[in-house]
Nanobody, 123 residues
Framework: HVQLVESGGGSVQAGGSLRLSCSAS???????MGWFRQAPGKEREGVAT???????SYRDSVKGRFTISKDNDKNTLYLQMNMLKPEDTAMYYC???????????????????WGQGTQVTVS
């Protein structure tokens, strides 16, 4: 089982930037990895995924503002978030799965491993 630990959350003003990190206890290049978020009173939603071939997928509302990337040497997944909006406020979770990434952003197929989350607040 891979363990995932997120960091980098915080409070920022609208228009600002944050970079989230997710440290994995196993080789990150083995996994489809992704970022999800959940705001109070709302369902969890997929933000971005990155497969083992380097292909990315994003939800429409973050395209052009967020970038998912991975450093395989450090076994760390990142989410660079620019031009943040108040509606981006949520708990952000890192996820991983050894199976293909397809349809995991949309939640059709679930991720098997999850981190504990890091809070992002945009005011």
């Amino acid at each position: 089982h891979v363990q995932l630990v997120e960091s980098g959350g915080g409070s920022v003003q609208a228009g600002g930037s944050l970079r989230l990190s997710c440290s994995a206890s196993d080789r990150a290049n083995r996994y489809c990895m992704g970022w999800f978020r959940q705001a109070p009173g709302k369902e969890r939603e997929g933000v971005a995924t990155l497969d083992t071939d380097g292909n990315t997928s994003y939800r429409d509302s973050v395209k052009g503002r967020f970038t998912i990337s991975k450093d395989n040497d450090k076994n760390t997944l990142y989410l660079q978030m620019n031009m943040l909006k108040p509606e981006d406020t949520a708990m952000y979770y890192c996820a991983a799965d050894t199976r293909a990434c397809i349809l995991r952003l949309q939640g059709v197929y679930p991720f098997g491993y999850w981190g504990q989350g890091t809070q992002v607040t945009v005011s």
